[in-house]
């Protein structure tokens, strides 16, 4: 059974380090960011990079998160990952829209990464289309299941909250949280997080994931 990674152990303090890899993302969702060119794109250079995390593993850092914008629109994003892993690192974490993560996952699990947090803002591809303004809501679900299939520790999926609080959260890899029955009358409003993550002490509705590992997504 995977297990979440020792970030969070209980009666255990540890320190991690978080880089953004890039300003740069390849979505222009209506949260975040307007319609058309970016801008200016602001990153660190690989050399830059490898400086901070041989600092970070000198003072006993293991664990090391990317984010972004979106790390793996870097094209020495694999570089990165084996970069950190030949200098010790033993836990690498990605956060990702999931648009480009199911086309390496495997040489990305083989250069060190251990943890992938992928975005989902809902089930409804048409609503992700209107909310993201790009078609890749079957990427996003690959990605999911390459990470699912293919990390050593748990996966965990962000989405939207049907509430006025910040978005929440869930981990899945052995188990699939139950369909939400809420739906959105509007495009603008995505429906909520099929797998809401569950204050401590609730009872989760969710259900075990089948025998052959695939979720019980739409066309799955």
């Known amino acids: 059974m995977k297990t979440m990674d020792g970030r969070s152990a209980p ?8 880089i953004g890899l890039t300003s740069r993302c390849n979505i222009r969702c ?11 794109i602001t990153q660190a250079t690989f050399g830059e990079l490898t400086e901070v995390l041989q600092a970070a593993y000198e003072v006993g850092i293991r664990r090391v998160h ?14 990165i990952l084996a970069a950190a892993r030949d200098i010790g690192f033993t836990q690498q974490v990605v956060t990702t829209n999931g ?7 495997g040489q990305a699990a083989a250069n060190g990464l251990t943890r992938a947090i992928i975005s989902l803002d809902t089930l409804n591809e048409q609503q992700n289309v209107f909310i993201t303004r790009a078609n890749f809501f079957s990427d996003t679900l ?4 390459g990470a699912v299939e293919t990390l050593p520790t748990l996966t965990k999926i962000s989405c939207p ?16 949280g ?5 739906t959105s009358s509007s495009p603008a409003t995505p429906p909520s997080c099929p797998m809401r993550a569950r204050s401590s ?4 509705s969710s259900t075990r994931t089948p025998s052959s590992g695939r979720w019980p997504w739409p066309g799955n």
Request: proline share 6%; with cysteine.
């Open 66 to 79: 990317y984010t972004g914008g979106e790390p793996t629109v870097r094209r020495d994003f694999l570089d």
């Open 99 to 105: 648009y480009r993560l199911h086309r390496i996952i």
């Open 142 to 145: 690959r990605s999911i299941q």
């Open 30 to 40: 209506k949260y975040c960011l307007p319609a058309g060119p970016q801008g200016v």
């Open 161 to 176: 909250s049907s509430s006025s609080s910040p978005a929440t959260s869930t981990a899945a890899g052995t188990r699939a």
């Open 201 to 204: 002490g609730a009872t989760s």
């Open 11 to 18: 009666g255990r303090r540890s320190w991690n380090l978080r």
């Open 178 to 182: 139950s369909r939400s029955s809420s």
